[in-house]
């Protein structure tokens, strides 16, 4: 390889690896070498000896930095052809050894005098051994690296002289050729902008505007123009000028091409003043005067600024940047300036507000680089705080007829609607704001009953009162009513023993039902399963007075207003009764007095007008001295005694003569006749007191 760049093929015989060569194995090899190899074919085809010279540097690096880098043996270790290795290791040993920052210099010397970036070739240069350590090719690139750099001094020099002398376009021009001799020249850019910025806000002569504005982060920059060119080989290149207090003007590049002529500074120095400019490249030099664009403050505002109202009340709330050291707000309002409101960490909240239009701008803070802090040009949003009704504080409910009646405290001036939520209904307090898209609920549609409102039966159902004015809403309190599903009474009737006896049709689906017995000003409640009605049925303590009773599915719920349905009950008139006996006379010596009768009625109440017509029939023996039967009916029997239902008063007993005209021994039983005689019980005394002998 110290001729050139040769592999050993078969039968000793040497081949060139050339450009051919390289081509062939990237596509014999592919894969990860692909990339690589396609690289030194490009290289070599732009300089025969470049692959040669690549391979020297290496080689030599790594020979001067093994141990045994000056023995032949380590040389062809690395691949080198024995022939060849002693010279090379000679050869290492005896050349310059570069330190890690002179190597990074001599490995980016030429990408800088390519890119036309000669003041950095320039400084690279003066970091390797003087006159290229010997090496022809790198002291001709030092020569011509120093003969531009004296180029672009004088072209400079020439043009500061025409800007002094007030010439600006003699001096734009001399500073335009500085820059194309020295594309990196900071001195040269910077006085391009100097003399091209914008003057009171304008733009330059030519019809390109530049501007800078503040992104969430970022800068972004734009350029609004027609095409400069219609040249292909044109770019653009975006650079910012930071300006630093005390110290020189800082100068990096931000992005190159962008076909849709916007760029993005994704590392702005927040606090500090900024200017960028675009310069036209033509083959990476510059082609001519930047476009530039006016001094922005690198402070930007909060974003995403978001606010609702309430009550008095105004929430806001804001994205700030990170870079911040935090945000001043500043609160107007029809009143004046607000103050004491509570600000936190993007958000705020002012309570206590006035009816009106209101403003709130917001300032962000930033350290500059000379320690101040400086604030934010500043944001404002506009928002109105709205009338809100008054809440409804509680809400009762009084049942009465089958209905229920509210009334509630609270919702001064405001809409109260008693509504049914679909879902949970909210917190009471909660603000709600009309949406179209999710409407309030409608008001109840129960049936009015009584100055009330009936629940359908077998519903349970959370009323809440709702506070309306216009599109706002408050939310309040709840209730729950429940009306049980209805259950009809069949049947009651009186049984012995104080009790009456209640028969119904037990309704679908219900675990127990609530039988409400109300007498004499009282009313008592009694529950019954269903597996216990079935087997017992219902009996329930009552007094002769009259009595209702009404029926109704038990109540699901502890904590409801329980509404009956109407129509569920029936009244059971007060226990009217007949008492009838004999009464022996009084005893006169020997011989007792002649028997009477006395019938009394009993009633606990008032008495109906029509009462039974009470007989007394009586059954005569056969004349063998036995008892005979008691009459079973009205007719079995000879009737002996008629007394109108008239002639009954109540607690006033009737006294008649005890009857004659049957034969001894006779039996006596008495029976109610007429209208209301299922509805008056007769009260039997002990039969054997009826028998007469």
Sequence with gaps: MLDGVFEERAARRWHHIGADRLRRTATALGGTYGPLLTRLEAVQLQDATALRRILLYQLVELLQ?????????????????????????????????????????????????????????ARLAALLPPEGGGDALLRRRFADIAARVRAADAALDAAREAERSGDVRAAEDGFLQAARLASDCPRARLALVRLRRPADGGSTESDEVLTADHAPGTVAVSLASAPLSDDAALDRQVVRLTRVPGGPTGISEIAGASPELSWVDRDPPFGQEVRYAVF????????????????????????????????????????????????????????????????????????GLSIGAYELRFHCRYRSPDGSVIESEGTGHRVTVHPWPAPVRRLDAAVAEGSVR????????????????????????????????????????????????????????????????????????????????????ARVERVDGGRARITFGWPAGTGQVAATVEQDGGSTVHRVARSTYVREGLYVDVT?????????????????????????????????????????????????????????????????????????????????GRVPVRPLNPMDGTTVLRLDGAALRAGRPVELPAPSGLRPPYVLRGFLLGDGAADVRLDDPSPTTLVVR
């Design 65 to 121: 930095a093994h141990p045994q880098g000056s023995e032949p043996e380590t040389a062809v270790s690395l691949g080198v052809c024995p022939q060849e290795a002693g010279a090379l290791a000679r050869w290492a040993a005896a050349c310059y050894r570069l330190d890690s920052e002179q190597r990074r210099a001599a490995e980016e010397l030429e990408d800088a005098w390519d890119g036309g970036r000669v003041r950095r070739a």
């Design 280 to 351: 036209p490249l033509r083959d990476g030099v510059v082609d001519g005067p930047p476009v530039v664009s006016d001094v922005l403050l690198v402070a930007p505002d909060v974003s995403a600024v978001r606010s609702t109202t309430g009550p008095g009340r105004i929430d806001a709330a804001w994205t700030e940047p990170s870079e911040a050291l935090g945000v001043r707000v500043a609160l107007e309002g029809p009143d004046g300036r607000v103050e004491g409101f509570e600000v936190r960490t993007g958000a705020l909240t002012a309570t």
């Design 544 to 624: 002769p007075s009259a009595f209702s009773v009404a029926l109704s599915a038990a109540p699901r719920t502890t904590d409801a207003v329980v509404v009956l349905p109407p129509g569920n009950g029936t009244t059971v008139p007060a226990e009217i009764a007949v008492r009838y006996r004999i009464v022996a006379g009084a005893r006169k010596g020997w011989r007792r007095g002649p028997s009477h009768l006395l019938v009394t009625l009993s009633c606990p109440g008032e008495v109906p007008n029509r009462l039974p017509e009470f007989v007394l029939v009586g059954r005569a023996g056969t004349g063998d």
């Design 406 to 489: 509210f009334s509630w405290s609270g919702g001064k001036g405001a809409e109260v609607r008693l509504v049914s939520w679909p879902a949970d209904p909210p917190e009471p307090g909660t603000e709600l704001r009309h949406d179209p898209a999710r409407p309030w609920p409608a008001p109840l549609s129960w049936e009015p009953v009584a100055g009330g409102l009936a629940p359908p039966p077998a519903s349970v159902t959370r009323v809440s009162a709702l506070s309306v004015l216009g599109p706002h809403a408050v939310a309040g309190p709840g209730l729950l009513v429940e009306c049980p599903p209805a259950v009809a009474v």
